[in-house]
């Protein structure tokens, strides 16, 4: 959410301490949208302890008033939990929880090879920079790539967490605190940053940005002073035109990879916890859930605009 949300919204969604969508349905798969009624600053800035506790109050009120089964965390809803982690073992809820980042992070990979193919470069003559590195899509995303890049740039806060991550890959890279993405071809950002975190000083000519993160990491105010570079929305997906479901800002049959996961885990019917770092055999079958059900990654978009022409 940002300041102005709850002045598009509808009376009959805003409740006293969240926001609750009409009931929807994909295909006879029946659910809600809950927003709590915070921006990302306020998310990020409020102590942890009630932070977690107003996500496990929306939870439950999902299990009690709406017969919700599975819940995804969504953006910073899953930071603040430790990847879910912590919403699992509270007590008071029953059902399952899935961040949905699984299905994420094999579209931004998916978005990436496709941007490679429209501009017909190999990756293997490209440098690539992950911010973002070793969060939950972020490791996921440089297990797929790194191996597939000339050169990559993993970025991160802590250094100890980048060393570990370094522990887990294999390719050409170096790890680093700093923003180094000026060298990079393309860039993939990743994190819970509340505020748009590169600017135009960090960008190389002709540079292609997949902006995974929630809120964006690359601001439109960015994208038009500097109309050389590419910024890709990172995460997003097409739904079948038959039940598209419509998010502010995006256009008609876009929906966020996320959402999209949660989605086909009811219609699979899995009753499964999926937490914490991605399983890389989980992304993969959602890969095969989303060509079962027609969930594809079809044209790509700029803050839900179609992208058309990708300078080289």
């Not at 006293?16 to 306020?42: F, H, M």
């Amino acid at each position: 959410m940002d300041e102005k949300t709850l002045d598009h919204l509808p009376e009959s969604s805003i409740r006293e301490k969240i926001i609750v969508s009409p009931e929807l349905n994909v295909n006879g798969t029946k659910g809600y949208i809950l927003a709590l009624k915070l921006t990302a600053k306020q998310i990020m800035n409020l102590p942890r302890d009630e932070m977690r506790e107003k996500i496990l109050e929306a939870t439950i009120f999902a299990q009690n008033e709406l017969d919700v089964d599975i819940i995804q965390l969504g953006a910073l809803t899953t930071s603040v939990t430790s990847g879910g982690k912590w919403l699992v073992n509270q007590k008071e809820y029953a059902g399952f929880i899935t961040h949905g980042d699984s299905y994420t992070a094999a579209v931004t990979c998916q978005a990436a090879i496709k941007t490679l193919n429209l501009i017909q470069k190999r990756s293997l003559e490209l440098d690539l920079a992950i911010v973002g590195a070793y969060g939950i899509i972020g490791e996921a995303i440089s297990k797929i790539l790194v191996p597939k890049f000339a050169h990559s740039i993993l970025i991160g806060p802590r250094k100890e967490k980048l060393k570990e991550l370094e522990l887990k890959l294999k390719g050409s890279f170096e790890i680093t605190t700093d923003l180094k993405t000026k060298g990079a071809d393309i860039i993939i950002t990743a994190t819970s940053h509340p505020t748009a975190l590169l600017q135009s000083e960090h960008l190389k000519e002709n540079a292609i940005i997949l902006d995974v993160s929630q809120p964006p990491n690359l601001s439109t105010n960015v994208c038009k002073k500097r109309q050389d570079i590419c910024r890709i929305d990172g995460g997003y997906v097409d739904f079948p035109k038959e039940c598209p479901i419509q998010i502010p800002g995006m256009s008609i049959g876009k929906n966020f990879a996320c959402i999209t996961e949660v989605i086909m885990q009811a219609m699979e019917n899995e009753c499964k916890n999926h937490v914490g770092s991605i399983d890389l055999k989980h992304l993969r079958k959602t890969e095969k859930w989303g060509e079962k059900y027609g969930f594809t990654l079809n044209k790509l978009t700029n803050f839900g605009q179609p992208i058309n022409i990708i300078k080289s």
